[in-house]
Structures are given as C-alpha cells and as structure tokens.
C-alpha cells in the first residue's frame, strides 16, 4: 500500500541545487507529491520538504540518495506523529453573487482561513493548515468556481528539541 | 585556447586524441590501471557533450574522472552562444558533482575538491566547466592546504556491531560463498578478500566489474556468476547458505532474475554506498563501509572464533564441480574460436598484462575464457556497456603502466567506433595490441536474434569492411590476419617483443555463441549451452 512520507532536507542555498535534487527524483523515478524551499535557519541553507508517495522502501532509498548529493547536508524522514505539518494555500473563488459570497465568507470562518483580497468577481482566500484540510475546503468551494489555486506544499518541522540541522 | 596555451609550459602531460569521446575513456582508462584520478578535457559545446558517453561509462562503473569542459563567457552564458551547452545540466546524472566556477579566485578550490570527491567515497567523475573569461581572468590565488565541504560525507569504516553479526553468520555458515564486486578492486582489498576466502575456505566468484579482484587462478576461484557465468558457479551460488557481497550491487546481469537469486541463502552486504544496501536486493546484514576496512574487520573478529581448515565438505564439493569443469574439452573442430584465442593469449601474457574489452560477445568471451590473475587487469565497461570503449581504455591504461602489455580485446563492431585512437596510440607512442575477434557481425545482438528472433538478422551485418590490416597500415600501426592457431602465437610473440601498435585481424564464424548464458529475466538456473 501506498503511503505518504515527509522528508526534511536542508540543502545548500545556491544555483544549481534545485536542478541537481529534482534531476535526481526523475532519474530514480520518485513519485513526488510536493516540495517546499525556502530559507533556512541559516542564510546559507536552504530547507526542502518533500512529500513522496509510496513504499517504506521508496522513503528510504530517496533519503539515502538525497544524502548522497554532494549538495545535500542533511535529509531525514519525518514522523507525522511528531511533526508540525503545515501547507498555504490561497483560492480564487468566483463571487459575484452576494448568497456565493455569504456562503464563502462562511466557510473560512469555519475553516480559520482569511479572506486576502476581494474584487466584484473573485475572493480569495488564504488557508492554512494539513493538506487534507485544504483538499476539503477546495472541494466544498468548488461548486461556486475556482478560479485559481497556489498551494505551497506541506512544509513541517519536527515537535520538540529533536531537529534536521547541522551544528555550526 | 587560453588554457592550452599554458599548458603548453606546464609538467602535464597531454594527449592528442581525435574524439572527445575516446579522451574521457582513456582518462577512464587510465585511473582503473592505476588507482589515480584520470584527466580529460575537451572544449566548450560539441566538445562537451561528445565526452558525455565516456563520463556516463566512468559513472556507472564508479571510475575516478575529472573532467575539464570549456564553456562561453560567464555574461554569454544562457544566449545561445556559439558552441553553448549546459553541459553541468546534460551530465548532471552521469556524474558525482560538477563545478562551475564563476570567478578565476574559485578555481583552486573547484579542482581541489573535484579531485577529491571523484577519489573518495563511492569514486565517479566529476565535472569542471569553467567559463572563457574566467579561464582568461588573472588574480592572486591560493590553493587551500586541504578542502571541506560539509554535505560529502564518507563513511570508510564498519559499524562494529555488524562485522560481529556478519562474522557469527559466517564462522556458522556450512557452505559460505563469496560475491566480489567492483568496490574490492577500488579500494585495493584484493589481498584481505583472499585471506578471507581461505580461512572461510569460501568459494568466490566475482561480477563483470569484480574480475581480477581475487586471482581466478586460485583454487576457491569460480571465475563470473550471472548471465554469462560458467554453469557450474550459477549452480554452485544457490548452494551456498550464506553469500557474502562485497563492493557489488546486484544488478540484473549478475543475478538473473533477482527475486529467483538465492532465496534460500543469508545475505551480507558491504559496500560503501548506503543507497546500494537494499536498493536491488534485501539483506540480512548490511555493512555501509569501504570494502578493505570492513574486510580487514571481519577478519579480526573471525580470528577469534575460527580457524581455517584444511578442508570441508563444501570446500570438496567446489574441487569436485571445478575440476568436473575443468576436464571439460571443447573440441568444435574450428580452427580459430574465441575460447582457444584467449586462452591462449592468457598463456602467452605475463601475469600483470592489461586487458581491455570492448562490449558485446568480445567482452563477455574474454570474461569467461580469459583468467584475470591480478587486480586492476581486467578493464571492461560493465555497468554502461559502451561500445568504443575498450580501445581508448587501452591507451589510457598504457599510459598508467607503460612497461607492461596492454592487449584490447575487441570485435570488429565495437572497435570500429574508437579506432580513429590509432592516431593517437601510434603518435603519442603509447602502444597497445587490438586483438579483434572479426564476426563481421554486431555479434552479441546478432546471437540474440538468433536464440530469440528465430534467426531474424536485422542490422547487424557490418560486412566486410574494412580491412583491418590496412586501416593499421594507414595509420602507421602494424596489422596482421592470422589463420590458424600457430600464427596467432606468432603474432602475439612479435607484438609482445616489438611493442608498436598492433592490429590482430582473427575472423571466426559470425554464427558463433557466447555460451552459457542466461536469458534477460530468468533465473540462474536457466541456462543455455
């Protein structure tokens, strides 16, 4: 059975890395579900999060890869148990119809979300939170049109003192 | 240009060649003669990408490249100048890094660590592509005493716990039996996996890339396992109830099909790649570590609980299925077949002679027929299979070891595709002898037609073009076609004695087999011939 798995990588922040770590996922043939970068904890580092599908072994084999790129400093598995999992997600809904707009303003209320900006047509939202909440906000919306969605990717971060770091 | 104008007043030596292929396969030649990191370089664009099929051959076969491309102009860079190639983005996967320095200041660092990452660890080459106007560029610069770089990680030594299970597993085992790969060839642990193989008094066999790396001479010696190992080994591995691996990865063509391949054997595997363990094949003990560390580990916890026999029943039963295969005669009535040329140019070869292959039905002739007696002997593109490669290895390898022989076992196929080197192996006086086995045939694809495609030949007639002996000729080199036996002997005397580039020209029957083999996907078990 197929499984998600989360992986942390901190990476070299320099041209190149990008190509060379997606470079590897095709070759190897992952089945990458997202990646999230951004800085680091250091400005020289870069944090990728990776979400993979598949087998134990899959998760596995592409932590040891990603270790062996010369520009990878560290990769570890997540356990999402013990992990603070996060994805952004803005949605452009359309909203011309004032009922549309009460019943969006409804559900991100539900949903913790935030309205980021409105026009005559379209609101958008920003929500916060695990993949499946944003999967169900999306698919409770989309009857009145999605215009547009930008999601992030998971990002995560592992609770408590234990961290994917290196010590300077 | 800039930089081959100071090379000119340098102490490197540079070989001419005449394809930038043939220049990443001798630096690829060279550095598995002799353990050093070879060199290649080649300008910017088509010159680039013609030495991508060599780096790809370094790469699969973990060989120690460093590779030298020219690029345009740092502001050129991504306009689609002339002869531009995002050569880092094109050998990306076929090599262990790549470097792109921006700056002349950059440079000293750049080669330092590209020759330390292709030496170290898992070996490989890498990429320098270093831009016009840096190469132009002057500025005061240090070359750092030694370099770091905080995302190489090595790992050369075993964990403890480990060698201890992997030496209970062994000191226990009834009938243990060794699988050599590449990795004891890179890391010069011949010496310790004989030791071990006569206190465990444990048969090995060795991969493609594992030939050489234990004397197949010696008597716990089974020459190659896979699709075209002997029979007796492919048999005798599935006997075995533990199969120490060590420095190889499972591929397909050494175990057939992988989940038929010893399921009734304990698994030990070392290497000193972690992504190998377990990536083909799961194993009861894993041991990420260099292949002479961990066996020299082993051996120090053996010494403890166990003392070499004389003998045992397994070690019996291996003189038995050995000698078995050894009273074995062909007798084809052929003249000039594959098997009797290379045992006969074993015999006539002194022991630390250099072979070369090239690929296809050569190649795998000169693995079963052709004893390797020492490491780094026997050079062959294993994981890439690339054609061409054998010639310019040669010279590569000659220019590693210029006092000792240095035979390409070629076929006419293959050698076609480098033989422009000619230019190179007599000019630069770097002389080896090209022994073609001459089917007229892309003889391997061909064989696979004829056992599996009902004799449907379909591109592989190559003809009987050229003539060999002259195209020697054209090029200065010196050309022979032997006939019989007898001559064959001759000619090799001559060419061990004159030591010129040498062309053999030996025509066998194009319908002739590589035999046993394996078919792709079926286990070992299943042999033809």
């Known amino acids: 059975m197929a499984k998600t798995f989360i992986i942390s990588a901190l990476v070299e922040h320099k041209p190149g890395v990008l190509y060379k770590v997606s470079n590897m996922f095709w070759r190897r043939g992952f089945n990458i579900e997202s990646v999230a970068i951004g800085t680091a904890e250091q400005e020289d580092l870069a944090r990728m999060t990776i979400t993979i599908k598949g087998e134990e072994e899959d998760a596995e084999q592409l932590v040891g890869q990603l270790e062996k790129l010369v520009d990878v400093l560290k990769a570890a598995r997540l356990d999402q148990e013990r992990a603070v999992i996060r994805e952004l997600a803005l949605v452009k809904l359309r909203a011309k119809d004032p009922k549309v707009r009460s019943d969006i303003f409804h559900y991100v209320d539900v949903f913790r979300g935030r309205i980021v900006d409105v026009s005559p047509e379209t609101a958008t939202v920003e929500i916060v939170g695990s993949k499946d909440k944003i999967d169900a906000f999306i698919s409770l919306t989309r009857s009145f049109g999605v215009v547009e969605v930008a999601r992030t990717g998971e990002t995560a971060l592992i609770r408590g003192p234990q961290s994917v770091r290196i010590d300077i | ?529």
């Not at chain 2, 190469?135 to 750092?144: I, M, S, W």
């Not at chain 2, 595709?417 to 007599?426: D, G, I, K, P, Q």
């Not at chain 2, 000019?427 to 073609?436: F, G, N």
């Open chain 2, 1 to 529: 240009m800039p930089a081959y104008d100071v090379l000119l007043d340098s102490e490197i030596r540079h070989i001419l060649v005449r394809h930038e292929q043939s220049a990443a396969h001798m630096a690829d030649g060279y550095a598995r003669a002799s353990g050093r990191t070879g060199v290649c370089m080649a300008t910017s664009g088509p010159g680039a990408t013609n030495l991508v099929t060599g780096i790809a051959t370094a790469h699969l076969d973990s060989s120690p490249v460093v590779a030298i491309t020219g690029q345009v102009s740092t502001p050129q860079i991504g306009l689609d100048a002339f002869q531009e190639a995002d050569i880092i983005g094109i050998a990306s996967p076929v090599t262990k890094y790549s470097f792109q320095p921006r700056s002349v200041a950059e440079i000293p660092t750049a080669v330092m660590k590209a020759f330390y990452i292709a030496s170290t660890g898992r070996a490989g080459p890498v990429l320098i592509d270093v831009p016009k106007d840096v190469q132009v560029d002057l500025a005061e610069v240090e070359y750092p005493e030694k370099v770091e770089i905080r995302g190489y990680r090595t790992v050369y030594k075993p964990d403890q716990e480990k060698i201890n299970r992997a030496a209970e597993v062994l000191a226990r085992a009834e009938k243990p039996f060794i699988l050599a790969g590449g990795g004891v060839t890179l890391s010069n642990a011949s010496h310790e996996l004989q030791r071990l193989a006569e206190l465990l008094l444990a048969p090995v066999a060795t991969s493609l890339m594992g030939k050489g790396s234990f004397p197949e001479d010696h008597p716990l010696s089974m020459g190659m396992v896979g699709m075209h190992g002997s029979k007796e080994t492919n048999q005798l591995i599935y006997e075995a109830d533990v199969i120490l691996a060590v420095g190889c990865r499972f591929t397909d063509r050494t175990t057939g099909r992988l989940d038929e391949f010893c399921p009734a054997s304990h698994f030990i595997h070392i290497d000193i790649d972690a992504t190998e363990i377990g990536k083909n094949k799961c194993v009861e003990v894993a041991i990420v570590s260099d292949a002479g560390h961990a066996l020299r580990a082993l051996l120090r916890a053996l010494a403890k609980n166990l003392t070499a026999a004389k003998d045992t029943p397994w070690s019996r039963k291996v003189r038995e299925v050995k000698e078995a295969y050894a009273n074995k005669i062909e007798n084809s009535g052929k003249e000039l077949t594959p098997p009797k040329v290379l045992k006969e140019l074993r015999r006539l070869l002194p022991p630390q002679a250099i072979v070369t292959t090239e690929v296809g039905q050569n190649q795998m002739w000169a693995s079963l027929c052709f004893r390797a007696l020492r490491p780094r002997t026997f050079i062959t593109s294993g994981g890439f299979g690339c054609m061409g490669f054998g010639f310019p290895a040669s010279i590569g390898a000659k220019a590693a070891k210029p006092d000792v022989p240095v035979f390409d076992i070629a076929g006419d196929g293959s050698f076609m595709m480098t033989e422009n080197s000619l230019a190179t192996s007599v000019l630069e006086k770097l002389p080896v002898t090209v022994l073609i086995l001459n089917n007229r045939m892309l003889g391997m694809v061909a064989q696979w037609q004829r056992l599996f495609y009902n004799r449907r030949y379909s591109a592989v007639k190559l003809g009987e073009v050229p003539d060999f002996v002259k195209l020697a000729g054209a090029y200065g080199a010196e050309g022979y076609r032997v006939g019989s036996m007898r001559e064959f002997s001759e000619v090799i005397k001559k060419s061990l004695r004159n030591e010129v580039t040498t062309v053999i020209d030996v025509p066998i029957d194009p319908e002739e087999n590589v035999l046993p083999m394996v078919p792709a996907g079926y286990s070992l078990k299943e042999v033809i011939g």
